[in-house]
């Protein structure tokens, strides 16, 4: 056991720098995600038919795909790197993981959004019409302003699970915490270390994540008071 949790602790500095990939990760799935899911979602409560259905659309499709196949899908479809007026850029593995876990997030950000902006009573619709306020305005000052507060709740949460599918990544050469712990037990090609391991991985994640869950309670009970 004291040489188990030696090895743990020797390993420690590369899970960590692991971990701090997938935060990254998750940061960069969740930035992307919610400003294009804000974008899809408000498309879905356009005036104009043809924007309100090819925005549910791609609701529909990102919110019914798995994560998993979004990711290796554009992990092989999106090159290694793009030439650009001159210069080559290369495209990283964590990149490709950032925009591919950006995917669901838009699909769910999109259904938050809709459902946030027909909550509002059609009473603040009526006001922002009598002042008169064009759509762009009475969206941008009177909607969006209600309506932010009902998405953080669950936007705290779905972060959390966003941080637990960073994982994924690994399965696309990544190197974050998940793939460290692979290469630690293959160095040490202990098989006591298995379990340890791989538990030690998910104390990183639960200790990271948990207290989103305290934070969402917090944030809903604030809401509704």
Known sequence: MGTILETLIVWTPALAEGFLMNIIISIGAMSIGTVLGMLVGLGRNSTRQWLRRGCWGVTQFLRNTPSLVLLFYLAYMLPYEVHLAGMT??????????????????????????????????????AAAALPLSRYQTMSSVILP??????????????AVIVMASSTASMVGVKEILSSATVAMESVSDPALIIPMYFYVLCWFFVFCYPFSHITRWLEKRQWR
Do not use: C, E
């Open 89 to 126: 850029i290369p495209l990283p593995g964590w990149l490709k993981a950032v925009v591919g876990l950006s995917m669901p997030v838009i699909g769910f950000m999109s259904d938050n959004v809709y459902g946030a902006v027909r909550n509002i009573h059609a009473d603040q619709w009526d």
């Open 146 to 159: 209600q309506a932010t507060p009902m998405l953080l709740p669950p936007w705290m949460s779905y972060f």
